[in-house]
């Protein structure tokens, strides 16, 4: 397999990342949207399964970013003998809507005539259409492609005039595409041009996102693509606020942490104060434990974060013993929908402790991870470090500090890494299971 980015070179093809920096690059103001245009090749050169490969490419493109008629907005057109709009950019604002318009596209089959493709896509991006070009929304059209231009003598011309109509030209080559068309296409600059060897590689380059398979924050990626550039590293740490994410706290307020539980819900207000609550983007939650856990805040309790704050601080302890595998029972019912919780939204749940559960915690944490939430676990002091391993999975989510006041060292690392989680591709979900365990 083979990646080729001419200017920064080891930054792989998870477009999410690419287009914030894209954003970066068109808008001097830390950006809430824009307006993205696949157009994607259609001949009769890509069979069955490459081209479910491009759907799945583009599926991961619109998981990482933040969809919404005033946040970013999507739309397709196919093409082979001649294109056509499968879907405008006024047309779909869920993420889940658009994924399963994805979904359900039909090849067209025939020859590859990407110069009058570029030509069709410019009036898609009008107001007519959805485009919001008057109000300085950054405006992308992404053009994937397997094979040589029928009419490669019009691919400057008409890439030219998307530019000069504002439009930002992205071109992603796979398998035969012809790199100098690439490069035409995007007027030259490399840094906009993507190559993959194989249509398998579209997906690969999602999936597997460093050498260790695990998922690197947005953050980091941007901070990649933006090397020696200060503007543009000051601007992508600010794109963090506009994550999507279901976020829920779970804090142990038994009786060993009720003298520095003030410690631990200062630390919990200030993670939240870093992001964007609201409908379209975070939502929070909080919830405690100690013999029993007891409800807080569900995820559409609060879209104002003043408010949100203002409950955490003033969130008052049952005390009692730690009895963290029953709260981990509990806490599953935080993420269903009607507790607020978002099909295709990052899932994270960060657990604060600071002793060893009385009750059994692997099987109840293992059927939260299941629903594709990703577990942090946060541990004060000496606490029993196989039992965090239960709860996480995995010892990258782990973090361990000496005491209370030790917690903000470690804010920003938490905050990076609740940025970087992505939706499960297959959550097991299922129905949830009845307990009898009490509000």
């Known amino acids: 397999m083979s990646l080729s980015i001419t200017k920064r070179p080891g930054v792989d093809l998870r477009c999410g990342a690419c287009i914030w920096k894209i954003f970066l690059e068109t808008t001097q103001h830390a950006v809430k949207g824009a307006d993205i245009i696949f157009l994607v090749d259609g001949s009769g050169s890509i069979d069955e399964e490459q081209f479910k490969s491009m759907q799945t490419f583009m599926a991961s493109v619109v998981k990482e970013t933040t969809v919404g008629e005033n946040l970013t907005r999507f739309g397709v057109i196919l093409y082979s003998d001649a294109a056509n709009s499968s879907f405008t950019l006024n047309k779909i604002y869920s993420k889940g809507k658009v994924l399963e318009a994805l979904q359900q596209l039909v090849q067209p089959d025939g020859s590859t005539y990407t110069g009058a493709a570029l030509a069709y896509s410019l009036q898609y991006f009008n107001a007519k259409h959805g485009g919001r070009r008057e109000i300085r929304v950054p405006q992308i059209l992404m053009v994937i492609t397997d094979g040589a231009a029928t009419d490669r003598d019009r691919l400057k011309a008409e890439s030219d005039a998307l530019r000069k109509n504002g439009v930002t030209v992205i071109s992603i080559g796979v398998k035969d595409a012809d790199r100098k068309e690439l490069e035409t296409m995007a007027g030259g600059d490399t840094s906009k041009v993507f190559f993959v060897d194989d249509f398998k590689d579209l997906i690969t380059q999602y999936k597997n996102i460093s050498s260790t398979n695990q998922r690197i924050g947005i953050r980091f990626l941007v901070g990649l693509l933006c090397i020696n550039d200060v503007k543009c590293l000051i601007l992508a740490f600010s794109l963090a606020a506009y994550n999507q994410t279901d976020l829920v706290f779970l804090l142990d307020y038994s009786s060993s942490i009720n003298l520095e539980e003030h410690k631990m819900i200062n630390f919990t207000a200030s993670v939240v104060d870093n992001f964007n609550v609201s409908k379209e983007l975070a939502h929070v939650g909080l919830a405690q434990f100690s013999d029993k856990p007891k409800d807080e805040i569900h995820l559409n309790t609060y879209n104002n974060k003043t408010k949100m704050i203002g409950h955490i601080r003033n969130s008052t302890p049952n005390s009692g013993n730690a009895y963290l595998g029953e709260a981990l029972v509990h806490i599953r019912d935080y993420f269903h929908e009607s507790k607020g919780s978002r099909r295709d939204v990052p899932k994270n749940l960060v657990l604060i402790t600071d002793g060893n559960s009385h009750d059994d915690?692997?099987?109840?944490?293992?059927?939260?991870?299941?629903?594709?939430?990703?577990?942090?676990?946060?541990?004060?002091?000496?606490?029993?470090?196989?039992?965090?391993?239960?709860?996480?999975?995995?010892?990258?989510?782990?973090?361990?500090?000496?005491?209370?006041?030790?917690?903000?060292?470690?804010?920003?690392?938490?905050?990076?890494?609740?940025?970087?989680?992505?939706?499960?591709?297959?959550?097991?979900?299922?129905k949830l299971e009845k307990r009898d365990v009490p509000d």
């Open 361 to 430: 915690v692997e099987d109840a944490a293992e059927a939260v991870r299941k629903m594709g939430i990703t577990i942090f676990a946060i541990a004060v002091g000496d606490v029993f470090y196989l039992q965090l391993l239960q709860i996480t999975g995995t010892p990258e989510k782990v973090f361990n500090v000496d005491s209370f006041d030790s917690l903000a060292n470690i804010k920003k690392k938490i905050i990076d890494e609740i940025c970087g989680t992505v939706p499960d591709d297959d959550p097991k979900i299922g």
